[in-house]
């Protein structure tokens, strides 16, 4: 058999697998012998040597062999409280084993049976027990265990774990696996290229595939379970760079797109910029708005992100590159991820195009049917040059004439899927993309490693750094009192309750009430007005518009006023259950103070007891207001997965890999697919090869 036919054989074709077993592996995901070979093991054990039951000592971890002399459910007083108890001996003695309320356990074990056991040892007033100890059954009574297997593969040896899934208990995977490897063909390709692999000392495919699985005698158990042996490290290496290979691909087919025409940039332009300026530019924001206007002048399309903290001040940077396109006869899309926020954008922006000749609409769900057929028709006439909205701007059917850039605020927001639906609008428009969620660098190699990346770090001059505070529900009177001194002061405030979707409902009564509670009884002598997502259009930008004229000095909000909203003597934030927020959202919340000259203050109130994670995050808010920290904390404490939310946010379905443990390997693996494909010589083979799998294997949009 060819050996790249025999990674893709089907798994029902494998020695020992039938048909029912096939189906069964189906189900989890594994169809061919590919899949499973590189299907890690989730841990290893070290059965070289047992420890007999008469060794064993309290505190320690341990595995031990034996034979089942009894076990059962044993009652307890509490009625829904179970135990499981086994007793299992080996030549030495006996030993009691636990599990509690695993009440399945029953279905599993009969006596004689030889099980393994690992998990620590404890010593109880029923003497020395194991408790909820991992378990194998290695033979029952009749002397078969079901797969026809010697010991010698589940014992005597490091032991590679599976995780179970369905009828796919860790010693049938092993088992599988193993038949697996006796058939792998001994020249196994392989996708690495010889000079990758000895400038990071890889060992080859086949060498790895095998100890992955079976580590040879005398390894270091600890180094195989943090996914650092030579074998892990090969495959995940391997795994990065055929990952790495087709993202920039994707990159490069996106730049060798070509504009219809690009913008010039002549002093006139330069003088129409500087008129509707209202403040000296940071040393930043020039900066960026070179880079921008660069690519803009280029032929390929910009695909640019800008990274600045909240407060930063990306608005004007958009601004300035939409006046650069109107100013080139093209037309602006500018999304913003909320109504609220578009809104807010629209008023700025009109603000300061007052005087230009540019004509600009505001388009979102809440904009009257109507309207927006009139709007619609503007737009493909070319009579409007500037659209501020929210996706309800890329929704079909708006068109535009010549829509030259697209500017998406907040774009973690935003799927990558629409951008791409944007984009196909224009012809190949410029496309800005801000964020002030800053992508840690794990994440920047891959989400965002087709971006061109622009980064903000200076503040505009004047802003003193805002103060964090965390306080338990019981200080909740003292916190009262600083707000109405605030107030006295002439500032506002913010309070902010969460709006989880599952308790939408529920939560957005607690936020009405609060607001009539505080208006009533405890800022009676103050004007208190209530934000919230189910208001209309119209209610919403009453209040948004009374908040920022200072007619209401208190604005109780759900977090619709997350991200973008802009008043700056507001000067104290108080968020009420802040324990139920994630750390990026607490962040992008607190920046809605401090954008004035007073000094701010956020006020984090939690309900104790808080979770690790939960003390975690408010700890790390009150220790630093540098949104690029923030973000790398938050990442660390919820995992990439969860980091952007959803799939379509760019995050690849990794099969070996991890984000964050591994991410050297990403740097690494990133430099020589650069370097692959540089290499004219085997640039196709490796083409070819991520062509054919990369969108199914990583789950991503493909490379067009
Ligand atoms: P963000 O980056 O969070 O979108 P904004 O664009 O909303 O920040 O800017 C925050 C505030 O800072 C706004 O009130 C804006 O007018 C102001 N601002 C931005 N740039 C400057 C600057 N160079 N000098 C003074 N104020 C500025
Ligand atoms: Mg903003």
Redesign the pocket.
Known sequence: MAERDFLETPLQFLKGVGPRRAADLKRVGLSTVEDLLYRFPTRYEDRAGFRTIAELRPGAAASIAGEIVSCGIRPTRRPRFKIFEMLVRDRTGSLRAVWFNQPFLGDVFKPRQRVILFGKLELTSHGLQIQNPQYEILKDDAGTDGEGQDDTLHTGRIVPVYERTGTLTAKVQRALVYHALQQLPVALSDPLPVDVRARHQLVDRRTALVEVHFPPAGAAVDELNRFKSPAQRRLIFEEFFLFQLGLVLRRRSAKSERKPRSVVINDEIRESARRVL?????GD?KHVIAEIVGDMQRQEPMNRLLQ???????????LIAALVAMENGFQVAFMAPTEILAEQHFL?IRRLLESSRFRMTLLTGATPAKKRREIQAELSGGSIHLAVGTHALVQDPVGFRELGLVII?EQHRFGVLQRATLRAKGIHPDVLV?T?TPIPRTLALTTYGDLDVSV?RE?????VPIKTIAKPESRRDEIYDFIRHQIDAGRQAYVIYPLVEESAKIDLKAATEMADHLAQDVFPAYRVALLHGRLKQDAKDRVMEGFARGDYQILVSTTVVE??V?V?NAAAILIEHAERFGLSQLHQLR?RVG??PHQSYCILLYQAPLSDQGRARLKALTETNDGFVIAERDLELRGPGDFFGTRQSGMPTLRVGDLLRDHELMESARREAVAALDDGSRADTLIALVRTSWEQRFGLVGIG
Do not use: E, Y
């Not at 209202?278 to 940071?282: A, I, N, S």
């Not at 600045?308 to 958009?318: L, P, Y």
């Open positions: 209202p403040f000296r530019l940071t924001q600045g903290d909240v407060g930063s001040g990306k608005t004007i940077v958009a700025t605020d801000m002030a903000m503040m505009p001059p004047g802003r991200v973008g802009d700056s920046g954008r004035g």
